[in-house]
């Protein structure tokens, strides 16, 4: 595997926006990869304008492997629409790392800013500190949010986690704010530390497990009884609530399908 | 002498009341009397006869003094400031007529501006709630002449939308409602005893924020399922109730405003209020509307729709529109340092951002087209005072219903002052020039 090491030298004015800073784009392109078109405003700048760049691209996205360092908490888009590859940040990277990423795997040692993993189907998001609001979500007005892939932040979410999630599963390690998802219709997503309100919301199917308090309840789950369930490595009692019961459902075989919402019991 | 102008269009709330008389002198230069309006509208009318108003743009001088400029300055500054600005953000856009929206964003497109209304910090979240699940809605003529069951949620029409009650919603004999108030039943949300909920059937007095929750009662209710004892400070025999009565109406009707808009949930409120008025419709008519506040933030969602399909937070900055509240409106943008430049029209940002965003204001090169004087007028480096629309200027708007109005001109503007859309339009002109199109 290729690697190409990205270090930037030099902060926007503004933001930039970099979604060229992918194993896809960097694999495929017949020129520099300094030349590689990045945006502030309306204006066009080089990528090597903004980045030292080292090493090179391999001939395949699989082949391929960024490493992006410094202070990237003004740069939007790393690695978004990815197929395969790896791009590891070193750092906070902004707003869209990860978005509708296909395949491949990103590692952030640092936070993000909201709209990680947008619309995402494949691949492995892997964050080694907080993540911001709409991780794993659908983009606006999209009613197919995440269908694929495993997002997994060491540290806390924020809100409107998953909405409108389809498939694939999030792991977040602390705490998430509200609105867990929201408009799901399938996928899982682990919670680890605590959460607020405002869980499995007009939910259709899919499941949430949460390891600590939940603030409120949605008067649409309803106690159905407890399990005994190991997830994500951890065995433990479960309480099982269904709903959101004021959302349609589908049935199978007689029985309504519910989106399912777990809470660990503590004894 | 004195002459009377008759069926004048108020530009003042999302109402849009188009039944004011209003007696103007003979040479219809002054303004005398304003008859039928609500008190603010009316203020409205009288306030465009002020005596100290400016009639000339001013600039910001290095000591904080205001100095006189022509217009022709005026027009020089915005447009090069414009020009110049990588990512300049064109905020308001709700105070004035389509006509001026149009020309506004014809300059967004050349200098790839980042297009939001006031609607970013009102009803931007119904428009998300709209974009993720339809709105099943009605007009106002349908609601004073159809329906019996009327919610108001999160709103106080009493005081916002003054005479909405007289109008349409309440108290008005239509044509299937010909009992007036006495045939309809009213339902007030709302945390607090509004003088909206002191006219109410039922009030439900719901606990701060948590209205996501009451709504999804709501829809559990409909279906008969079980609920906890109380929800969102309210007992469930009452949620029950609310629910019958709802669906046993002939029409139900669901008014909100930013009580739910802009409180905890935001989009996820609007959504799942409409998907109460989703579910109502298994039983009987209903329908939901956003109580809009300015006169004309419907009609900014409406020229953008159809110029760039996304009604508000549009960024036009790579050359094609994106749209993403979180991250293309105003304040996330102004917060975030995001913005270069800041040019306003028909809105008061001073009065209505949080101070973060109206220090970043301060600090960049800013320009606010408006008749008052407000506290953005007050950050801005130059101030334009233009007429009056609806008042001084014809125009369309659109009311809370999307019914667009002609808007009618009643008196003369002050000698020499141009309109917003003049003034615009000589933007426009200047800053293709200077980008050579």
Redesign the interface.
């Known amino acids: 595997m290729e690697t190409v090491t990205l270090t930037i030298i030099k902060q926007p004015?503004?933001?930039l926006?970099a979604d060229c800073i992918s194993p896809d784009v960097f694999a495929e392109t017949t020129g520099e990869i300094a030349d590689l078109p990045v945006?502030?405003?309306?204006?066009q700048h080089r990528l090597g304008d903004f980045f030292e760049i080292s090493g090179r691209a391999g001939t395949t996205p699989a082949g391929t492997k960024i490493i992006v360092k410094g202070d990237l908490s003004r740069v939007k888009y790393i690695g978004m629409k990815m197929t395969a590859g790896e791009v590891v940040i070193d750092g906070n990277a902004d707003?869209y790392v990860g978005a509708w990423m296909q395949g491949g795997k990103i590692t952030v040692n640092g936070d993000v800013d909201?709209?990680a993993g947008t619309g995402m189907k494949g691949g492995e998001l892997r964050i080694n500190g907080n993540a911001g609001?709409?991780l794993g979500s659908a983009?606006?007005?999209d009613?197919r949010g995440m269908t694929g892939g495993r997002i997994v932040v060491t540290g806390d979410a924020g809100s409107d986690l998953g909405t409108f999630m389809n498939g694939g599963e999030i792991v977040v390690g602390g705490n998430v704010d509200?609105?867990v998802a929201?408009?799901a219709e399938g996928g899982t997503i682990i919670i680890k530390g605590d959460a607020k309100?405002?869980l499995g919301?007009?939910m259709v199917e899919g499941e949430i497990y949460v390891f600590g308090d939940i603030d409120?309840?949605?008067?649409?789950f309803?106690y159905r009884k407890d399990v005994d369930l190991e997830v994500d490595g951890a065995k433990g009692r479960f309480a099982l609530y269904e709903g959101?019961?004021?959302?349609r459902h589908r049935k199978r075989k007689g029985q309504m399908i519910y989106g399912k919402l777990y809470q660990l019991v503590r004894p | 002498m004195t002459k009377t102008v008759t069926d004048v269009i108020c530009p003042f709330c999302g109402t849009l009341c188009d039944d004011l008389e209003v007696v103007v002198s003979k040479d219809g230069k002054n303004l005398l009397e304003v008859y039928n309006a609500c008190a603010i509208g009316a203020e409205k009318f009288l306030q465009s006869q002020a005596k100290d108003r400016h009639t000339r743009p001013r600039m910001r001088q290095e000591d904080g003094s205001w100095k006189e400029i022509s217009y022709d300055e005026a027009i020089e500054y915005t447009a090069k400031m414009l020009a110049d600005?990588?990512?300049p953000l064109m905020y308001g856009w709700s105070s004035t007529n389509c006509e001026a929206q149009a020309v506004g964003s014809e300059i967004g497109e050349y200098?790839?501006a980042v297009m939001d209304n006031t609607a970013t910090v009102c009803h931007g979240t119904s428009l998300?709630a709209v974009?993720?699940i339809g709105i099943p809605s009605c007009t106002l003529g349908e609601v004073k002449n159809r329906a019996d069951r009327i919610l108001f949620w999160g709103c106080n029409p009493a005081h916002a939308h003054p005479r909405h009650m007289s109008r349409y919603s309440i108290f008005p004999r239509g044509f299937f409602t010909g009992k007036g108030h006495t045939g309809r039943k009213m339902i007030v949300v709302d945390p607090r005893v509004t003088d909206t909920a002191r006219i109410a059937d039922v009030h439900l007095q719901i606990e701060q924020g948590?209205d996501?929750?009451?709504l999804?009662?709501?829809?559990?209710a409909?279906?008969g399922?079980?609920?906890?004892d109380v929800?969102a400070g309210i007992p469930k025999e009452k949620i029950y109730e609310v629910a019958e009565t709802l669906k046993s109406g002939r029409f139900a009707i669901i008014f909100f405003g930013m009580g739910v808009t802009q409180s905890?949930?935001k989009n996820?409120n609007i959504?799942?209020a409409i998907?109460v008025t989703r579910?109502l419709n298994e039983y009987t008519k209903a329908a939901i509307m956003p109580m809009r506040g300015h006169y004309n933030v419907t009609g900014s969602g409406q020229v953008w729709g159809w110029q760039f399909g996304f009604p508000f937070a549009v960024d036009l900055?790579?050359?094609f529109a994106r749209?993403?509240?979180?991250?293309t409106t105003s304040n996330d943008l102004l917060r975030?340092?995001?913005?270069?430049a800041v040019f306003v029209l028909g809105s008061d940002p001073g009065a209505h951002f949080p101070f973060s965003s109206v220090k970043k204001i301060y600090g960049l090169p800013s320009v606010a087209v408006e008749p008052h004087e407000t506290p953005t007028t007050e950050v801005c480096k130059v101030h334009v005072p233009v007429a009056f629309v609806g008042i001084e200027v014809g125009g369309c708007a659109y009311r809370m219903d999307n019914v667009p109005i002609e808007t009618r001109k009643v008196v003369d503007a002050p000698e020499g002052m141009m309109t917003d859309e003049e003034f615009l339009t000589h933007v426009l002109a200047r800053v293709k020039e200077i980008k050579g199109v």
């Not at chain 1, 945006?39 to 204006?43: A, K, L, S, T």
């Open positions: 004015e503004l933001y926006e945006y502030v405003g309306r204006e707003m909201a709209f609001n709409y983009y606006r007005g009613w509200v609105h929201t408009h309100s405002r919301g007009q409120v309840m949605m008067p649409g309803a959101d019961l004021g959302e | 600005a990588k990512k200098v790839g998300i974009q993720d948590r996501y929750e009451l999804d009662a709501l829809r559990v409909f279906k399922e079980q609920l906890p929800v905890l949930g996820h959504d799942a998907a579910d900055s790579r050359g749209y993403n509240p979180g991250e975030r340092g995001e913005v270069d």
